[in-house]
């Protein structure tokens, strides 16, 4: 019998997923499920919600470039066919549709035999790790996001006031160095404008301004001076705490500790690096009790750490893209893209642009990689990725050869199937050379990366 320490683990990424896919066969995708399911348990991120139109009220965020993540509830079930054991839900959409479509994605879930972390009726339940019983022993998952809007943060009871449901948050704060006369200039512009207000965190020599129309928000940016200009990220001092809280309790009561971060948020624009803070959670979710960090919300791959022994996966990437097929589409969505919506009554779901990483070819939208990590006595002995395409190539023009309709924009048919040839090996040089700043060799065999310690 294995020992408690010994665990084979496959992870997926982003599931934007929002048709029925139980029903194809075609060997290259049943090829995928068969790499879910050759693990003693299986992870993935639900970038989705789950509802009938009966149990919503209207769609909570209001405001945002961004796609209403809300679907079919009877896709859990394709997702509980596919092989998936436990999933992540705290992400930037977790609230797009209030508590009431976040109790609902749950709800089904639930129903489907999928455990889920990350989100809740309050801030307590939003916090607890998921845990799922597997026959080689305990395993548990805590969820949490970093970017989210502050009503979509889940809190307490307080005041006679009920809590409010949402996603356990990682807050962070941003200090933004700027050399003497950067610094100046910011100072000349913020007191023309009259916009100066000093920041609430950060040293006391630090300076802030407030734009208009941001004042609901809080805090003003932090300025401080120094040799060069930089970002610096780092996470909320509490959020972090309560956050390790759950790894400790997770690390305690199960044998197999998995810690999920969305991040919508970077310093500065989305790159191939990772931000400050999530480097810094990162670590001390290892150094907490985490056995495996899994990072995503850029929808792109990024680098792999070994960290004492344990595997940090910066960025796992898209594995389903169906945001295209959304099929109920909000007032606000159509407005935030610029869409007549005087002419409402004539606007239907098939319009583009409505959806963000559309709009645009790219290279990493449409492509990831299965992980399968094999853990022995507690330390990560080998991990090895298998990569999958979502129905475009990983070349700058995303050349499209999986469609679906007939429209003048095309649409994506957007399944996961295993990746071949040169799609293959593009997806995992990307894997290799972004992980090789954190020291991490991976080996590419047979159209397979592997990472070997």
């Not at 989705?48 to 079930?77: H, T, Y």
């Not at 704060?173 to 000349?188: G, H, I, Y």
Request: some cysteine; glycine content about 10%; aromatic content about 8%.
């Amino acid at each position: 019998m294995e020992t408690k320490g010994d665990w084979r683990v496959s992870l997926a990424g982003e599931c934007m997923v929002s048709r029925p896919f139980s029903m194809h066969d075609e060997p290259e995708f049943l090829e995928v499920w068969d790499l879910i399911k050759d693990a003693d348990v299986s992870y993935g991120h639900l970038e989705m919600n789950f509802a009938v139109p009966e149990e919503l009220k209207w769609p909570a965020r209001g405001q945002g470039i961004g796609s209403f993540m809300m679907s079919d509830p009877a896709i859990a079930k394709d997702l509980k066919w596919a092989g998936f054991d436990i999933m992540s839900t705290a992400h930037n959409h977790s609230f797009d549709f209030g508590a009431e479509g976040l109790v609902a994605t749950k709800k089904h879930m639930k129903e489907a035999e999928i455990v889920t972390a990350g989100t809740g009726v309050d801030l307590e339940r939003a916090s607890e790790p998921g845990y799922v019983e597997k026959k080689n022993g305990r395993v548990a998952l805590v969820s949490t996001s970093s970017g989210n809007q502050h009503f979509m943060w889940a809190n307490h009871a307080k005041g006679s006031f009920m809590a409010r449901p949402g996603v356990n948050p990682q807050r962070l704060q941003f200090e933004f160095k700027v050399d003497p006369q950067t610094m100046q200039n910011l100072k000349d512009f913020a007191e023309k404008l009259n916009i100066v207000k000093p920041p609430k965190h950060g040293p006391k020599d630090a300076f802030g301004f407030l734009i208009p129309g941001a004042q609901q928000w809080g805090d003003p940016e932090c300025f401080v001076e120094g040799d060069e200009c930089e970002i610096v990220s780092s996470c909320n001092k509490r959020d972090l705490a309560r956050n390790l809280r759950s790894i400790e309790e997770a690390s305690s009561m199960a044998d197999l500790v998995i810690v999920a971060h969305h991040f919508s948020v970077s310093d500065g624009p989305r790159g191939d690096t990772p931000p400050r803070f999530v480097r810094e959670f990162a670590h001390h979710a290892i150094d907490g009790g985490a056995d495996i960090y899994v990072g995503h919300g850029w929808h792109k791959t990024l680098g792999i750490e070994i960290y004492k022994g344990k595997p940090i996966i910066y960025g796992i990437g898209n594995f389903f893209a169906h945001s295209e097929f959304i099929q109920h589409v909000p007032y606000d969505s159509y407005d935030a893209w610029g869409h007549d919506v005087d002419a409402l009554p004539t606007l239907h779901p098939a319009l583009h642009p409505l959806h963000p990483g559309l709009d645009t070819p790219s290279s990493t939208w449409w492509s990831s990689c299965i992980l399968q990590a094999a853990m022995k006595d507690g330390k990560l002995a080998s991990l090895r990725l298998h990569p999958v395409e979502m129905g475009r190539e990983s070349n700058k023009e995303a050349t499209l050869h999986r469609r679906t309709g007939k429209g003048k924009h095309a649409l994506t048919e957007g399944r996961p199937m295993r990746a071949k040839g040169e799609d293959a090996v593009r997806i995992l040089e990307r894997y290799r050379h972004l992980s090789e700043p954190f020291g991490t060799n991976i080996e590419i065999e047979d159209g397979v990366g592997i990472i070997r310690v």
